[in-house]
């Protein structure tokens, strides 16, 4: 899917995106990361095949333990 968000250029400054630029997100799974073998292939592709900003939101460091403690705190 895609859309048009407003975008802040300042926020991009420091990166290769333009706000004018094609937009995807990645997000990976419980207990994965962006450093997995499927997500820099896919990160890989987008950029070659399709052009604009890739952008993973990489949570692996919460992610890497049970969701349990979320469900159940104490």
């Not at 990160?43 to 992610?63: K, T």
Request: hydrophobic letters at 40%; glycine letters at 6%; proline letters at 4%.
């Amino acid at each position: 899917m895609e859309t048009s968000v407003p975008l802040l250029e300042n926020a991009l400054r420091g990166s290769d995106c333009n706000p004018t630029d094609k937009f995807a997100i990645i997000l990976h799974g419980w207990i994965q990361s962006c450093s997995d073998d499927w997500a820099l292939a896919l990160i890989e592709r987008l950029s070659f095949y399709r052009g604009g900003c890739v952008i993973c939101i990489d949570y692996s460091i919460i992610a890497s333990s049970s969701y349990m403690r979320f469900v159940n705190p104490e």
